[in-house]
T-cell receptor, first 111, second 117 residues
């Protein structure tokens, strides 16, 4: 599976957009980009995933560059409850392939 | 949406005790479930892949006789920590994906915090 690189930490003011980058320069054609987050002492929560097109759901937007070597997760209006560790994972679409977690980005939303 | 339930959420027990953790997919079937372990301030580490009706696949360094996994039905996988010791204290988390539907992400339980005294 492709290795992903994320900044270790970021701060964001409450109410502003949080833009979390992820580099996956070695991603292969059959690998999707998945985003999860883990709020303290809870299991990871699925946010969004995509292959090459930009995606949007009720939680966030995912912007994938045309060459697919990087992506950005956008939380349009960050709240204090969005404070968490965010993980970007590249994974072939397969039900039997486990998610392998890196260190992620610790996002702190500040009032 | 897909819900994965873990039980218990928190357990404290004496050294030498065996502890069973259950992972259930509440509204979908899962032929494969995954077990992770997380130490404080660390990321999740994959322990094993649980396969319905067959043996689990363990990651390197994870003792299969120490961490017994049973996946007896399409909605239930169990992890038993046998003869637990203080170093087994950790946060154990399972995940599952709806096997019947394409393009579905994995969903996680809320985890089980295990403390061995």
């Amino acid at each position: 599976d492709a290795k992903t690189t994320q900044p270790p930490s970021m701060d964001c003011a409450e109410g502003r957009a949080a833009n979390l980058p992820c580099n996956h320069s070695t991603i292969s054609g059959n690998e999707y980009v998945y985003w999860y987050r883990q709020i303290h002492s809870q299991g990871p929560q699925y946010i969004i995933h995509g292959l090459k097109n930009n995606e949007t759901n009720e939680m966030a937007s995912l912007i994938i560059t045309e060459d697919r070597k990087s992506s950005t997760l956008i939380l349009p209006h960050a709240t204090l409850r969005d404070t968490a560790v965010y993980y970007c994972i590249a994974l072939p679409y397969s039900g039997n392939t486990p998610l392998v977690f890196g260190k992620g980005t610790r996002l702190s939303v500040i009032a | 949406g897909a819900v994965v339930s873990q039980h218990p959420s928190w357990v404290i027990c004496k050294s030498g005790t065996s502890v069973k953790i259950e992972c259930r997919s509440l509204d979908f079937q899962a032929t494969t479930m995954f077990w992770y372990r997380q130490f404080p301030k660390k990321s999740l580490m994959l322990m094993a892949t649980s396969n319905e009706g067959s043996k689990a696949t363990y990651e390197q360094g994870v003792e299969k006789d120490k961490f017994l996994i049973n996946h007896a039905s399409l909605t239930l996988s169990t992890l038993t920590v046998t003869s637990a010791h203080p170093e087994d204290s950790s946060f154990y988390i399972c995940s599952a994906r709806d096997s019947s539907m394409g393009n579905q992400p994995q969903h996680f339980g809320d985890g089980t915090r295990l403390s061995i005294l």
